[in-house]
């Protein structure tokens, strides 16, 4: 099938698309001789170019052949492997007491918050069930190092069993790094757990959004990367930001802050809609069009970087670009169709429930239980036919939905039925409502109108980005469609 979509609001440039992420970019007046098969402004070479790529408009019905179902199958190989992501919320314990993060914690003395030695076996059995490959179990809280006898304890059974089930097996943490112990730290590296942290701008900003209870967030995790990196590598921490209002009005002094902290991305996400109420959301939660005009402005920002000759990576425009340069998909979770719900991760709660996303966790938390698959004493079979997860699979396939079905972009983009539950109540919710699809609207009609543009220090990078190279290794910059 072959879609199309405006790339700019005056109507200029079109974008055509097919299954298989081909595309191209063309102008009104060509885009009209396209509908029509009049040659007056589409010259005779440019639709030869077109056919040869499978985006003539004779192709729009036709089977496909034998070449593009192998693209298509490469771009959608993740559906058939089964969750490979397994997330363990070991203890909702936190010293912190974040303001995006209320219904995702507990108090540092709460009682019942922390998961069971007996449901850390189940969940391990549960991983194993996965077809997959490939497993990673990632630990999450709360702050999870509140637990890491545990965390041990889960390592250790997980390589045990690993053993004999031969899969790739990785781990990963996400921690605010204060609470580690030279030995935990030590185990880190000798078992590869890598290590993500939360860094939400300079020290005063961090420090107002991360409360902790010496009030002195910032420092206490600038000091704990200094001494997680001299154990695991300065490869073996990386962090991420949460952007709250405040936070939009400075977009190069958070980039800032990651390049002084010697950092080589950052990873630009607005603030999540779940997760803390809304009379905190009303303080610190802002419009998708303000996020949208700071993320331009950082974007600006690190590919004027990139073109001073200094790598930074910009980690969602990396993920889109991959999807849109490469035959190849990101692996990126949110923009999967089929949906990386459930079908991509799961989440083993303390409490032993299993959730297919982290915000159906987050959701369940504030009461709504139709994000519950069922708990870890349940089979991996039992879990995946949950009722749960019949009504999520209703918004999972992106080409299916109203709004996405006729969007160019749908190739690159993703279904995520949970946050469309979450904000507009229903998973297969008409996308062009959503502001998950006003935020990748913006983001790829600015990508592809900088592709159209083919500025060549911006292609470098865009390519370095896309194939995972370093930007002195790409030495063709420029041309993509033209
Ligand atoms: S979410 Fe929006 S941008 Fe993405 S494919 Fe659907 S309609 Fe297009």
């Known amino acids: 099938m072959i879609r199309s979509t405006l790339l700019d609001a005056d109507g200029r440039q079109i974008l055509i698309s097919n299954d298989f992420g081909d595309y191209a970019i063309i ?14 402004a589409l010259s005779t070479e440019r639709l030869r170019d077109l056919e040869a790529r499978g985006l003539a408009k ?15 199958n490469t771009r959608k190989s993740f559906a058939l492997e089964g969750p490979s992501l397994h997330i363990f919320v070991v203890t909702l314990r936190c010293d912190h007491s974040c303001q995006y993060c209320q219904v995702s914690r507990a108090n540092l003395s709460a009682p019942g918050f922390d998961m069971t030695s007996e449901t850390a076996a189940l969940a391990v059995d549960r991983v194993f069930e996965s077809p997959s490959s490939t497993l990673t179990i990632e630990f999450q809280g709360g702050e999870p190092a509140l637990r890491f006898d545990l965390v041990r304890r889960i390592v250790e059974l997980a390589e045990n069993r690993n053993l004999t089930e031969n899969r790739t097996l990785s781990f990963a943490m996400v921690s605010t790094l204060h609470h580690f112990s030279d030995d935990d730290l030590a185990f880190c590296r000798d078992h590869e757990i890598r290590l993500s942290t939360s860094i939400d701008g300079p020290s005063v900003l961090h420090d107002r959004n991360r409360p902790n209870p010496d009030r002195n967030a910032w420092l206490q995790t600038v000091e ?9 590598g300065h490869e073996g921490v990386s962090a991420l930001p949460t952007i709250t209002r405040e936070g939009l009005s ?26 803390f109420a809304l009379k905190t959301r009303k303080a610190i939660g802002y419009r998708m069009e303000d996020f949208l005009r700071f993320y331009d402005q950082a974007l600006d920002y ?13 980690t969602y425009a990396a993920i889109l670009l991959r999807h849109i340069l490469t035959p190849f998909h990101s692996g990126y979770l949110d923009l999967r169709s089929p949906t990386g719900t459930g079908l991509g991760v799961l989440v083993y709660n303390y409490d032993g429930r299993v959730f297919p996303a982290d915000e159906a966790r987050m959701a369940a938390q504030t009461g709504d239980q139709r994000f519950t698959m069922g708990t870890v004493a349940d089979s991996f079979d039992t879990l995946m036919a949950s009722p749960a997860m019949q009504w999520l699979m209703k918004g999972a396939v992106s080409e299916h939905l109203r709004g996405c079905r006729d969007c160019a972009f749908v190739p690159y983009c993703g279904s995520d039925p949970v946050f469309h539950a979450t904000v507009q109540g229903d998973p297969a919710a008409d996308r062009r409502d959503s502001e998950f699809c006003q935020k990748h609207m913006h983001i790829f009609r600015g990508l592809f109108r900088r592709v159209a543009e083919a500025e060549p220090e911006t292609m470098r990078t865009f390519i370095a980005w896309a194939m995972r190279k370093p930007r002195d290794e790409v030495h063709v910059s420029g041309w993509v469609d033209r």
């Not at 990651?258 to 999540?272: K, N, V």
């Not at 690190?302 to 910009?314: D, V």
């Open 224 to 232: 704990a990367l200094d001494r997680a990196r001299a154990v695991l």
């Open 58 to 72: 004779a192709d729009h019905q036709r089977p496909r052949s034998k070449l593009e179902e192998a693209a298509f």
């Open 250 to 275: 400075d977009p190069r002094g958070l980039v800032d802050q990651y390049r002084d902290l010697g950092f080589p991305t950052i990873f630009l996400r607005p603030i999540s809609p779940y997760g």
């Open 27 to 40: 102008s009104n007046d060509e885009f009209r001789s396209y509908e029509t098969g009049s040659e007056t």
């Open 302 to 314: 690190i590919l004027e970087l990139n073109a001073n000759g200094e790598a930074f990576e910009e």
